[in-house]
Antibody, heavy 121, light 108 residues
Framework: EVQLVESGGGLVQPGGTLRLSCAAS????????MDWVRQAPGKGLEWVGR??????????EYAASVKGRFIISRDDSKNSLYLQMSSLKSGDTAVYYC????????????WGQGALVTVSS | SYVLTQPPSVSVAPGRTARITCGGD??????VHWYQQRPGQAPVLVIH???VRPSGVPERFSGSNSGNMATLTISGVEAGDEAVYYC???????????FGGGTKLTVL
């Protein structure tokens, strides 16, 4: 059974930092492009960024809204994906999903259950 | 940046056919994927590569993509199909992964 399990969400003050993790199982994690997608309360899906697989040199891409503040990394030996968030703003409040796609233009076959990040003083 | 436009809502009676559109400039030249999101749950892929159903998705779900419009079609709509549906594609732009704004499907 495929599982993606996010952890690390919580309440953080504006300007603060937070690190999310996503533990994968049930599929060949190292083959997949792994993305973070977020959803603000009552809103639609917003892409945050991605890390490509080893065959594509683990290159990363980010949405303009988070570029320079968020860093995505992965550890294939641990089947894990990470999202390091800094300089957080109230607008970053959302449920953060990790999601897996087999190629750059593929759909997201796998999704985690989401981790809620609340940025508030 | 590239924009995908979906109607905010679609309503359909049980047993009828629902069509949810996703508009974008020359969208037919790229692969479009569709997700179903029920309240409080993560999205689920229901159509990928325009018209391919992943394993486990009912045959009632189908897709098409041509010109400036992609369409998700749900035949014989059931109460359990009530959800928000999102289209998604990759685009060679500054933000390469693009989602539509979502369409809430209401089963009357």
């Amino acid at each position: 059974e495929v599982q993606l399990v996010e952890s690390g969400g919580g309440l953080v003050q504006p300007g603060g930092t937070l690190r999310l993790s996503c533990a994968a199982s049930g599929f060949t994690f190292s083959d997949y492009y792994m993305d973070w997608v977020r959803q603000a309360p009552g809103k639609g899906l917003e892409w945050v960024g991605r890390t490509r697989n080893r065959a594509n040199s683990y290159t990363t891409e980010y949405a303009a809204s988070v570029k320079g503040r968020f860093i995505i990394s992965r550890d294939d030996s641990k089947n894990s994906l990470y999202l390091q968030m800094s300089s957080l703003k109230s607008g970053d409040t959302a449920v953060y999903y990790c999601a897996g796609a087999y190629s750059v233009t593929a759909g997201f076959e796998y999704w985690g259950q989401g981790a809620l990040v609340t940025v508030s003083s | 940046s590239y924009v995908l436009t979906q109607p905010p809502s679609v309503s359909v009676a049980p047993g009828r056919t629902a069509r949810i559109t996703c508009g974008g400039d020359n969208i037919g030249s790229q692969s479009v994927h569709w997700y179903q999101q029920r309240p409080g749950q993560a999205p689920v892929l229901v159509i990928h590569y325009d018209n391919v159903r992943p394993s486990g998705v009912p045959e009632r779900f189908s897709g098409s993509n041509s010109g400036n419009m992609a369409t998700l079609t749900i035949s014989g709509v059931e109460a359990g199909d009530e959800a928000v549906y999102y289209c998604h594609m990759w685009h060679s732009d500054s933000d390469p992964v693009v989602f539509g704004g979502g369409t809430k499907l209401t089963v009357l």
